[in-house]
Each structure stands twice: as structure tokens, then as C-alpha cells.
């Protein structure tokens, strides 16, 4: 993901790295001074003060920081013939607070904290406004999200109750514990999870145990539109007396063929942006 703010007429740089904001070193050292944005980022790297945040900072989210080239690069600092580049900071001490690439998309971009840091360096003004546009920016994220996952949850909700109920009242024995119970519940899920995305739910958490979350949470507006027409289509097979397996493979059918409907449809498009 890459985004760009408007700060007092200088084009800023966002992009997202290990599920990060980092925002353009670059960028903010060109509002200073277009043509030697390097040695602005340079002069501001090589202040004490400025190695000293840094170093705070990598400790505090770094646990591979190196502690000891640190305490090296810091002791240098106060010397007239003291220089350090972005480059030389993250090669020496394995920092993660700032990334420097080359080629056509490249630059020096940093985490928010270190950038707002730079920020405040250039002018306490432009922080100011560098802030504000980037928390304007974070809000917009978080209402368009905010409405296509009502939008599209709700679809899966609509027959929520009907579902669980035909399950209640043609799966489930007279007699049961609560936690057999719950487990024909989570069997009759995966039996919707397996049509649609091909894999149950504990198989989706041990592919994926460094996401939040369940296997619906990360689900396309198409798969969500599907599995809110999967749940009626099933609820009714279940008071039928269609066995389970006979329901997975009318279900898995259908999913497929809506798959191939809903992937050109215009107005599926336009809930997904």
C-alpha cells in the first residue's frame, strides 16, 4: 500500500512495511530543500540527540537491535568529522525504525514516530501539519472500511438466525452437552467454510497464526455475498434431511457458480471500494 499527503504543498510518501506507516524521509528532506535532500536527512542523522531517539526507540520495538555498535555510533557523535547515513544506521545496529531502497520506488522512509521526529527537525510547523493530514488520511481508512464491512457483514448476518436454527432443530439430539453442541455448530460452519474458501477454520488459523481474527474476517465482498446465500440455501438442505456430505457438494457447486457471476458484476464493485 502506498499513499501520499499534501503538506503545505509538498507531496509526502506513505507506504506500509510489516504492517507499519512509514512515511518518506525523502520527501520531508526535499521540503527543505529540493536539491540536497541527502544531506539535510544526513546532517539531521548525525545530532546526538537525534542518534540518541533513534536508539531509544529501536530498543524499545527492536529486540535485534544492536546495542553495542549503538553505544559505538553514539560516542562518535560528538565529533566535527562524525557522519551517518540511513544506510550505515540500519547496516550497523539491524535497525527496523528506518528503510532505505534504491530504484525507481526507492528512498528513505521511516516509521511514523521517527518521521514525525524529522518532522519536528525541519519545522514544528510542518510537523503540525504532517500530523494532521496523515491522521485526516488514517480516519478516511477507517470509515471506508468501517463501511464496507458493515455493508458486507451484514449480508452474512441476514439468515444467521435461520441457519443456526434449522441446525438446532434437525442436527441436534434432545440431549446434548453445551460443548457437543458447540461442536456441531463449528462442524456446520466449516461445512460452509470448506465449499466456499476450501479449508475449514482450524486449518485457515494454522496457515495463518500471524493474522487476527477467522477466515470470514479476511473474506472478499463477493465471498461474503455468497456465504450470506450459502447459509439460507443450506438451512433449507438441513430441514430436507440431506446428509452433510451430499450438502457439501450442492453448496461447493453453487459457490463456484455465483463465484463466476459475481466477479464481473459492476454493482459487487462498487460495495468492494
Given at each position: 500500500m502506498k499513499n501520499k499527503l499534501m503538506v503545505q504543498e509538498a507531496l509526502i510518501s506513505i507506504r506500509q512495511h510489516e504492517k507499519e506507516d512509514f512515511i518518506s524521509l525523502t520527501d520531508i528532506a526535499r521540503y527543505k530543500d529540493s536539491d540536497r535532500s541527502d544531506y539535510i536527512l544526513q546532517n539531521w542523522m548525525r545530532n546526538r540527540e537525534t542518534i540518541e531517539f533513534l536508539g531509544l526507540w529501536e530498543k524499545i520495538n527492536n529486540d535485534n537491535f544492536n546495542s553495542i555498535e549503538f553505544d559505538g555510533i553514539k560516542n562518535k557523535s560528538g565529533i566535527n568529522s562524525f557522519i551517518l547515513t540511513p544506510k550505515q544506521w540500519i547496516n550497523s545496529t539491524n535497525a527496523i525504525g528506518i528503510i532505505s531502497k534504491t530504484g525507481r520506488y526507492g528512498g528513505t522512509f521511516a516509521h511514523k514516530d521517527v518521521a514525525f521526529e524529522f518532522a519536528s527537525w525541519i519545522s514544528a510547523e510542518f510537523k503540525l501539519f504532517l500530523i494532521k493530514e496523515f491522521q485526516r488520511l488514517k480516519n478516511e481508512e477507517i470509515e471506508n472500511k468501517s463501511l464496507e464491512w458493515d455493508l458486507s457483514r451484514?449480508?452474512?448476518?441476514?439468515?444467521?438466525?435461520?441457519?443456526?436454527?434449522?441446525?438446532?432443530?434437525?442436527?441436534?439430539?434432545?440431549?446434548?452437552?453445551?460443548?457437543?453442541?458447540?461442536?456441531?455448530?463449528?462442524?456446520?460452519?466449516?461445512?460452509?467454510?470448506?465449499?466456499?474458501?476450501?479449508?475449514?477454520?482450524?486449518?485457515?488459523?494454522?496457515?495463518?497464526?500471524?493474522?487476527?481474527?477467522?477466515?470470514?474476517?479476511?473474506?472478499?465482498?463477493?465471498?461474503?455475498?455468497?456465504?450470506?446465500?450459502?447459509?439460507?440455501?443450506?438451512?433449507?438442505?438441513?430441514?430436507?434431511?440431506?446428509?452433510?456430505?451430499?450438502?457439501?457438494?450442492?453448496l461447493n457447486s453453487m459457490a463456484i457458480s455465483q463465484m463466476k457471476s459475481l466477479l464481473n458484476n459492476p454493482s459487487v464493485k462498487k460495495i468492494g471500494k
Open positions: 451484514s449480508l452474512s448476518r441476514i439468515n444467521y438466525k435461520i441457519h443456526t436454527d434449522a441446525i438446532k432443530e434437525h442436527l441436534m439430539p434432545t440431549i446434548l452437552s453445551k460443548p457437543k453442541n458447540s461442536f456441531v455448530y463449528a462442524n456446520e460452519a466449516d461445512v460452509l467454510n470448506m465449499a466456499l474458501f476450501s479449508m475449514t477454520a482450524k486449518e485457515w488459523r494454522e496457515e495463518n497464526s500471524d493474522k487476527e481474527g477467522n477466515i470470514r474476517d479476511y473474506a472478499s465482498v463477493e465471498q461474503l455475498i455468497i456465504l450470506s446465500n450459502m447459509e439460507s440455501v443450506n438451512a433449507e438442505l438441513i430441514k430436507q434431511g440431506m446428509s452433510q456430505s451430499d450438502r457439501l457438494i450442492v
